[in-house]
């Protein structure tokens, strides 16, 4: 596996030559999730390609998840980079490696697995282990998004990356919106490990779920609360000023079970937060509040779901406690979050 040459030729194997890819997965999982199209035109770019990736035991499941994907090699995070390289070496050779991560660490785990034809971004003294060292690419206004930055890295090994709709599209919905359905299972990530100033206010979540019951007296909306164990607080206050049914999944779920638990979900309203990347990514039609960060990097992928944003003259600052008075939060009105959570129902009401 070699850089394209001059005349935008590629050096992945011809047709009818199997070839093996070890993919090593970012660790975040919204990462993770913003990932998944350059994996799929990784898997494209050949009928024969086979795709491994090797990820953090938690994001097993999501991976497993996909069909694009051959096979996966989960490790602990308490293993040492001695130790991957161990176990990627028990699952056999592979003929070419992808570092979706930017670190030195990951690069020489795959190294140190037996690895030796890499393509990853030029950063952190890991140019000793690449054998294609991509330069990162600069940002346009129309590819800004995360997205396009993974896309970049798999077209320098000669990945097609067009059609770019095909690319981003999202499955479809797991538990599809049926007209006239007498309950709507809504899901709700009011956490935000990243900080504070990720955090739409609980209340203002409350108002806007009681608000969307009250509209609509002959649908039961069954409220699940996901988060984290740090936010296991968070969504027991969120579930203290809601009436029933609701349940706080926070800090009981693993991504496993997150996953069928969101497949489960007619909509999910979320903050700028992994659960978001991946209710996105399992065609879970998804209501974003965004506040510190910018949804021109990150924004849930796919062309449903809806981005609540309000841009004050400091956003995005990116902080993870806002220093001023919490403006571009606060500013958001839980009227603005029922209208959105309104139009993804809209085929249920369409029809009463």
């Excluded at 799929?40 to 999501?62: D, G, H, Q, Y």
């Excluded at 027991?236 to 049914?245: F, K, N, R, Y």
């Excluded at 399992?282 to 910018?294: D, H, I, K, N, Y």
């Amino acid at each position: 596996m070699e850089t394209m040459n001059s005349a935008g030729d590629s050096d992945l194997p011809s047709e009818g030559k199997p070839f093996h890819f070890l993919v090593r997965s970012p660790n975040p999982l919204g990462d993770a999730c913003m990932a998944l199209p350059a994996v799929r035109a990784l898997k494209r770019s050949r009928p024969f390609v086979r795709i491994t990736v090797c990820c953090r035991e938690n994001l097993a499941p999501m991976w497993e998840a996909r069909e694009e994907i051959d096979e996966v090699i989960p490790f602990s995070r308490s293993l040492n980079p001695i130790q991957v390289g161990q176990l990627i070496r028990s699952h056999g050779k592979f003929d070419g490696g992808v570092l979706l991560p930017n670190s030195f660490r990951s690069a020489l785990e795959v190294w140190l697995g037996g690895v030796r034809n890499l393509v990853g971004y030029n950063r952190y003294q890991r140019r000793i282990f690449l054998k294609t060292a991509v330069e990162e690419p600069t940002p346009t206004e129309a590819m800004q998004h995360h997205v396009h930055r993974y896309l970049h890295l798999v077209a320098a090994i000669g990945a097609p990356t067009e059609p770019l709709d095909e690319l981003l599209a999202i499955p479809a919905a797991p538990t599809p919106i049926m007209p006239g359905a007498s309950e709507i299972h809504l899901g709700v990530c009011p956490g935000a490990e990243y900080g504070n100033a990720k955090r739409y206010p609980i209340e203002r979540y409350a108002e806007a779920i009681e608000s969307l019951r009250k509209s609509h007296p002959d649908t039961t909306i069954r409220v699940s609360i996901f988060g984290s164990p740090a936010e296991r607080g968070i969504g027991d206050e969120l579930a203290g000023q809601l009436s029933e049914p609701r349940e706080n999944r926070a800090g009981e779920t693993s991504i496993a079970d997150l996953v069928k638990e969101l497949q489960s979900c007619h909509l999910v309203a979320t903050n700028d937060t992994g659960t978001m990347h991946l209710s996105a990514a399992l065609g879970v039609p998804t209501v974003a509040v965004f506040g510190s960060t910018e949804p021109a990097f990150t924004a849930p992928i796919g062309e449903i779901h809806r981005v609540i944003r309000h841009q004050v003259d400091c956003s995005p600052c990116f902080l993870r406690e806002c220093p001023i008075d919490y403006r571009c939060m606060l500013r958001i009105k839980p009227e603005v979050v029922l209208r959105e959570m309104e139009a993804l129902l809209a085929p249920v009401y369409s029809s009463s």
